[in-house]
């Protein structure tokens, strides 16, 4: 089975610039959530998204949004950037269902945003 | 408010020397439990979890957690680190409500030859 992949590996944008990631989860995984990786404030939960419905968000500003299609695939939004958005933008998937093993996060490789 | 502690920031030990590394959370009602590392240049990988049953729970390359309702504890250990195991460890939860993960700040181990 393909693992989580994400795309694009590497962005440099500016600030003011908007962005969109996108991450495709493993095949018959319903849930993806998205988390960022700062050296300053380590690994952070943006949201999680299952059946195209966001079930849980973190404590990020509305700049950050996502979706999901009906094909499990996501896209996480970063609108008018900041320098402190430079960060590594992790997804994991995961079954999604409402046992503790269906929520087993399996990680991507990542995004990695320069804003200059 | 949830919360993961880890209670080392880097620790630098010599081959063959026994690891341990502390976690403590606060995380109301069922929690599933997770250690993952993350090698330099690669993307986290699990090394172990834990959702029920025997606290002490194997993972791969060696590594063991036990889980301590009582001390809201899950702490990481190895008898003897190789230096491929130089990375960084971080512990995580989470309930049965969703696929939000609340990570501790890391702990980066570095072994020396």
């Known amino acids: 089975k393909a693992g989580v992949t994400q795309t694009p590996r590497y962005l440099i944008k500016t600030r003011g610039q908007q962005v969109t990631l996108s991450c495709s989860p493993i095949?018959?995984?319903?849930?993806v959530s998205w988390y960022q990786q700062t050296p300053g404030q380590g690994l952070q939960f943006l949201f999680e998204?299952?059946?195209?419905?966001?079930?849980n968000k973190g404590n990020f500003p509305g700049r950050f949004s996502g979706r999901q299609f009906s094909n499990s695939r996501s896209e996480m939004n970063v609108s008018t950037l900041e320098l402190g958005d430079s960060a590594l933008y992790l997804c994991?998937?995961?079954?999604?269902?409402?046992?503790?093993?269906?929520?087993?996060?399996?990680f991507g490789p990542g995004t990695r945003l320069t804003v200059l | 408010a949830q919360s993961v502690s880890q209670h080392n920031h880097h620790v630098i030990l010599s081959e063959a020397a026994s690891l341990e590394l502390g976690c403590n959370y606060s995380?109301?009602?069922?929690?599933?439990l997770f250690w993952y590392v993350q090698y330099p240049g690669q993307h986290l990988q699990l090394l172990l979890k834990?959702?029920?049953?025997?606290?002490l729970v194997k993972g791969i390359k060696g590594f063991e957690a036990e889980f301590i309702k009582s001390k809201f504890s899950f702490n990481l250990r190895k008898p003897s680190v190789q230096w491929s195991d130089t990375a960084e460890y971080f512990c995580?939860?989470?309930?049965?409500?969703?696929?939000?993960?609340?990570f501790g700040q890391g702990t980066e181990l570095s072994v020396k030859p």
């Open positions: 994991a998937s995961s079954l999604g269902a409402g046992t503790s093993s269906s929520n087993e996060q399996f």
């Open positions: 095949s018959g995984h319903r849930s």
């Open positions: 998204y299952f059946s195209e419905t966001q079930r």
């Open positions: 995380y109301g009602g069922t929690v599933n």
């Open positions: 834990y959702f029920s049953g025997d606290p």
């Open positions: 995580a939860v989470n309930n049965n409500q969703g696929g939000k993960l609340i």
